[in-house]
T-cell receptor, first 115, second 112 residues
Framework: DTGVSQDPRHKITKRGQNVTFRCDPI?????LYWYRQTLGQGPEFLTY????????KSRLLSDRFSAERPKGSFSTLEIQRTEQGDSAMYLC?????????????FGEGSRLTVL | DAKTTQPPSMDCAEGRAANLPCNHS???????VYWYRQIHSQGPQYIIH???NNETNEMASLIITEDRKSSTLILPHATLRDTAVYYC?????????????FGQGTELSVKP
C-alpha cells in the first residue's frame, strides 16, 4: 500500500503526558498537512509543510503543539502536557505541489483520547 | 472559515441517485468547487472538483450553476457504501499552500 500511513492509529494517555504521532506521506509528495477532527465536526487545518519547511500554522496550533518534517519525508506531531480538550482524531494528508488543484490524500488518522 | 452551506443530513434509497446540494454564493472567479467524502473512521477522500463546467468521473457528477453560486454532487446509483459525510469546499486556484478548509458537510445515509 503506497497511501498515507499514520502511527499509532489509537493512543490513550493521561492528562499531562506528551504524545507523538507520525505520518508517512506518499513518497513523491512534497506537501504534508496536519488536521484535527473532533466528533461531529469537519477536519480543522493545523499546519502544512512544503518539503522540510513549515510554511503555515493555524492559530489552533498552540505552543504545546509542535510539528516537524526533518528531511522532507515523514512528519511528526507532538503534543506536550496533553489536556482533555486535545482528544480528537489527528489526520495527516499529502499532495504533490501543483498548479493549485492538487488533490490531498489523507491517512486514516490517529485517534487520541486524553483521560 | 468555510465558505459553503450544506444541509446537515440527507437520506437516499439504495440504487437511486443521491443529489447533494451546496451553496457557495460568495465564490469568486478564481476558486474551484471541490467535493470530498469521509466514511466513518476513515480519512477524507477526494471525489471531484470543477471550476465552471460540469464534471463527471467514475465516482460522481458535479453540476455547477451558471452563476457559480451553487452546485450539486450527484451519485448516480447510490450504494450502502456511499454512506458518509460529504464536504463541499471552495478552494482558490492560486492557493500556494493547497490546504482545504472543511465545513461540517452533509451526512448522507443510504438505506436499503
Amino acid at each position: 500500500d503506497t497511501g498515507v500511513s499514520q502511527d499509532p492509529r489509537h493512543k490513550i494517555t493521561k492528562r499531562g503526558q506528551n504524545v507523538t504521532f507520525r505520518c508517512d506521506p506518499i513518497s513523491e509528495h512534497n506537501r504534508l498537512y496536519w488536521y484535527r477532527q473532533t466528533l461531529g465536526q469537519g477536519p480543522e487545518f493545523l499546519t502544512y509543510f512544503q518539503n522540510e519547511a513549515q510554511l503555515e500554522k493555524s492559530r489552533l496550533l498552540s505552543d504545546r503543539f509542535s510539528a516537524e518534517r526533518p528531511k522532507g519525508s515523514f512528519s511528526t506531531l507532538e503534543i506536550q502536557r496533553t489536556e482533555q480538550g486535545d482528544s480528537a482524531m489527528y489526520l495527516c494528508a499529502s499532495s504533490r505541489q501543483a498548479q493549485g488543484d492538487g488533490e490531498l490524500f489523507f491517512g486514516e488518522g490517529s485517534r487520541l483520547t486524553v483521560l | 472559515d468555510a465558505k459553503t452551506t450544506q444541509p446537515p443530513s440527507m437520506d437516499c434509497a439504495e440504487g437511486r441517485a443521491a443529489n447533494l446540494p451546496c451553496n457557495h454564493s460568495t465564490i469568486s472567479g478564481n476558486e474551484y468547487v471541490y467535493w470530498y467524502r469521509q466514511i466513518h473512521s476513515q480519512g477524507p477522500q477526494y471525489i471531484i472538483h470543477g471550476l465552471k463546467n460540469n464534471e463527471t468521473n467514475e465516482m460522481a457528477s458535479l453540476i455547477i450553476t451558471e452563476d457559480r453560486k451553487s452546485s450539486t454532487l450527484i451519485l448516480p446509483h447510490a450504494t450502502l457504501r456511499d454512506t458518509a459525510v460529504y464536504y463541499c469546499i471552495v478552494r482558490p486556484i492560486y492557493n500556494q499552500g493547497g490546504k482545504l478548509i472543511f465545513g461540517q458537510g452533509t451526512e448522507l445515509s443510504v438505506k436499503p
